[in-house]
Nanobody
C-alpha cells in the first residue's frame, strides 16, 4: 500500500488549506483513513479520521475530513488556520489484510502557517 499526500504549503493565518491523499496498491478495503499532524518538536497526533462507513473523528472543529471509497482517497479541509497548525501532516490508512489490519503511513506534507 502506498499513500501519496499533497496540498501542503505556506498559508497565512486565517486562510484555508485542503490536503489530499490517495492510496494505491493491492488491498481489499481500507477500514479507516485519516490525517495525523506533528508540530515541530512534538509528538504525532490525530487530526481527523473517517471510517469506510463515513463515521468521523476530529481533534479540532475547524477540520473537515472527506473520503471517496471508490477512489481510495481522503481529503482534509482546514479553515481559519493558526500558526499552531504548522507541522507535517501524515496521511494514514488502516487496511484489512485478510486476517486483521495493518497501519500504513504516507510520507507527510508540510504545512506552514505564517504571515
Amino acid at each position: 500500500v502506498q499513500l501519496q499526500a499533497s496540498g501542503g504549503g505556506l498559508v497565512q493565518p486565517g486562510g484555508s488549506l485542503r490536503l489530499s491523499c490517495a492510496a494505491s496498491g493491492t488491498f481489499s478495503r481500507i477500514a479507516i483513513m485519516g490525517w495525523y499532524r506533528q508540530a515541530p518538536g512534538k509528538q504525532r497526533k490525530l487530526a481527523a479520521s473517517i471510517t469506510i462507513g463515513g463515521n468521523t473523528n476530529y481533534a479540532d472543529a475547524r477540520f473537515i475530513i472527506s473520503r471517496d471509497n471508490a477512489k481510495n482517497t481522503v481529503g482534509l479541509q482546514i479553515d481559519n488556520l493558526e500558526p499552531e497548525d504548522t507541522g507535517v501532516y501524515y496521511c494514514y490508512a488502516k487496511v484489512f489484510n485478510g486476517i486483521g489490519y495493518d497501519d500504513w503511513w504516507g510520507q507527510g506534507t508540510l504545512v506552514t502557517v505564517s504571515s
